[in-house]
C-alpha cells in the first residue's frame, strides 16, 4: 500500500473553498479511493504560495523533505497552488520528487508529475498559477496606494495605541486613539522626557502587568523603542503619503504631538551614549566629572587586583593621562564630595522643562518637512499628470508657509525651575552632576596634597 503525505496549505487571503478541513477531506476521500494510507500531514497556515519549501526551515513541508523523507511514497494536494504558486518552486519540487522516487500529485487537477503529460499539464497551470499570484499582489500594492491617498487605513496590524473605526466618509476605516493603549504611550513618552530609561520603563511596566504590544506582560528595550520611533504614533503609515495640500495624510489623530514625537527621538539618539556611560561608571561614581589640572585630559578610572597571603585584594585609583595625577579612588571621591558640598550644599537644585513654542511653531516645520519631501521625489516624477499634481502640492505648501511666517510665534525652549531642594538634600549623585554640567579638575599642591577645583558649564 502506496504511503501518502498530504499537503495542506492555506494563505491568509485564501478564501473559504479552500479551506484547512476541505482540504483533508478531498484528501483522505481520494486516497480511500485508491487505496492509499495517509501516513502524515505536511500542513502550512498562513504560508504564501511562493515560499520555496525545499529552502524553508519553518515550514512543515520543508521538515518533511528534510528530515523524513523515507516515511512516504506520494506527496498529494487537493489543488496544484496547494502544492507551490511560484514556477521555479514548483520545478524544484518536482525535481526533489523524481530524484528521490516520490509521486507528486495534484488531486483536482489529475495531474501526475511522475509523467511526461503530467509535468507538461503542470507546467502551464503552474505558470497560470504564477501570474494569478502576481497579479494579486500587484492589485493589492495598487489599492492601498489607493487607500493612502485617501486617508483610509488599508488594512495590516494595527498601530499599538489605536483602534480601527470607520472612516469619517462613511467608507472604509480610519484609526482612532485607543483609550487604554494611548493612555500607555503618553506615560511612556512623559517618563522618557522626564529622564527615565527605557529599561527602566519596561520594568515598570512589567511590574504593573500592562499588557504589551505582542501580547502578554513581557516589556523589552528593543520593541519599546521600535515602538517610539513609529510615525504611527502621529497618525501616519511608515510610507507616508501626501493631499493636495502638501501635506502628510492622517490615518487617524495622532498620539502624541510632532514636536513631542521631535523630542523623543531626540531623547533615542541620545541614549545610546548614555549606555556607555553606565557600563564605564560600574564602578566609577565620579565616571565623565574628573579632569587632570595639568593636561586637561579627562581621568580614567582603573581597577587592580593584589594578592597577600595568598588573598586577592582589589583596588581602585584615578590616574591622568599624564601621569601628573594618581589618587586612590575612595580618597578622590571623599575629597570631590567635600569641595562639592563646602561650595554648593546649600544651593537649590533646578530642573530644567521644555516650555513648547506656539502652535504654528509646529506646522511651520511640518510643512518646511513636506517641501523638502516633496521636493527631493520631484526629479524621478516622468509623467505630466505627477508633476502636475506635485506643482498643486508644492504651490498650497508655499502659500501655506507664508501664512504661518506672517503668524506671531514663540520657539520653544529649555526653562529652569526650582525644586525647592537643595544639593545636599539630594546627596553626591553622579548622574545630577552630569546633568547639571560640572567638572572637578584635579591637582597637587607644592607640598604633594591635592586640590580639586568645580567648573559649571550648563545650557
Request: aromatic fraction near 6%; hydrophobic fraction near 35%; include cysteine.
Amino acid at each position: 500500500m502506496s504511503r501518502v503525505l498530504g499537503r495542506v496549505r492555506l494563505s491568509h487571503d485564501t478564501d473559504e473553498s479552500t479551506s484547512v478541513v476541505r482540504q483533508r477531506e478531498d484528501l483522505e476521500r481520494w486516497a480511500q479511493a485508491h487505496g492509499y494510507e495517509i501516513v502524515g500531514w505536511a500542513q502550512d497556515v498562513d504560508i504564501s504560495g511562493s515560499v520555496d519549501n525545499l529552502l524553508s526551515t519553518k515550514t512543515e513541508l520543508g521538515r518533511w523533505l528534510r528530515d523524513r523523507r523515507g516515511e512516504f511514497d506520494i506527496i498529494a494536494a487537493a489543488k496544484l497552488d496547494r502544492l507551490q504558486r511560484d514556477t521555479i518552486a514548483l520545478s524544484r519540487l518536482v525535481t526533489w520528487c523524481h530524484d528521490h522516487d516520490v509521486k507528486l500529485i495534484a488531486v483536482g487537477e489529475s495531474i501526475d508529475f511522475s509523467t511526461e503529460m503530467g509535468r507538461l499539464q503542470g507546467s502551464i497551470l503552474g505558470y497560470a498559477a504564477a501570474m494569478e499570484l502576481h497579479n494579486i499582489k500587484a492589485r493589492t500594492t495598487a489599492s492601498r496606494a489607493k487607500l493612502r491617498e485617501l486617508g483610509r487605513w488599508p488594512g495590516g496590524k494595527i498601530p499599538y495605541g489605536y483602534r480601527r473605526c470607520a472612516h469619517p466618509s462613511g467608507v472604509g476605516y480610519a484609526l482612532a486613539p485607543d483609550p487604554q493603549t494611548s493612555e500607555v504611550v503618553g506615560r511612556i513618552v512623559s517618563d522618557l522626557l522626564d529622564g527615565a530609561s527605557l529599561s527602566g520603563i519596561s520594568r515598570q511596566l512589567e511590574a504593573e502587568h500592562v499588557p504589551a504590544p505582542r501580547g502578554g506582560t513581557k516589556w523589552a528595550v528593543t520593541p519599546l523603542r521600535k515602538l517610539l520611533r513609529s510615525t504611527a504614533l502621529l497618525g501616519r503609515s511608515a510610507r507616508v503619503s501626501y493631499g493636495d495640500d502638501g501635506m502628510p495624510i492622517q490615518y487617524g489623530p495622532a498620539i502624541i504631538e510632532k514636536p513631542d514625537w521631535d523630542l523623543v527621538q531626540a531623547r533615542l539618539d541620545g541614549h545610546i551614549e548614555a549606555r556607555k556611560d553606565a557600563r564605564r561608571s560600574e564602578q566609577s561614581p565620579l565616571s565623565g566629572l574628573l579632569r587632570c589640572r595639568e593636561c586637561g585630559t579627562p581621568m580614567q578610572h582603573d581597577l587592580r587586583v593584589t594578592k597577600r597571603n595568598g588573598k586577592e585584594y582589589p583596588y581602585r585609583y584615578y590616574r591622568s593621562r599624564c601621569r601628573h595625577i594618581s589618587i586612590r579612588a575612595e580618597k578622590l571621591e571623599d575629597l570631590a564630595e567635600q569641595f562639592f558640598m563646602a561650595g554648593w550644599g546649600d544651593i537649590e537644585v533646578t530642573t530644567r522643562r521644555w516650555v513648547r513654542g506656539s502652535s504654528n511653531e509646529a506646522e511651520t516645520k511640518q510643512a518646511i518637512e513636506a517641501i523638502d519631501s516633496l521636493s527631493a521625489i520631484a526629479g524621478t516624477m516622468t509623467s505630466q499628470t505627477a508633476k502636475d499634481r506635485l506643482a498643486k502640492q508644492l504651490a498650497s505648501l508655499d502659500q501655506r508657509l507664508s501664512e504661518l511666517e506672517a503668524m506671531p510665534s514663540t520657539e520653544g525652549r529649555w526653562v529652569e525651575e526650582p525644586t525647592g531642594a537643595t544639593y545636599r538634600d539630594v546627596g553626591f549623585s553622579r548622574d545630577l552632576l552630569l546633568d547639571h554640567g560640572f567638572t572637578f579638575r584635579v591637582g597637587k599642591h607644592e607640598d604633594g596634597d591635592y586640590l580639586v577645583d568645580i567648573e559649571v558649564s550648563t545650557g
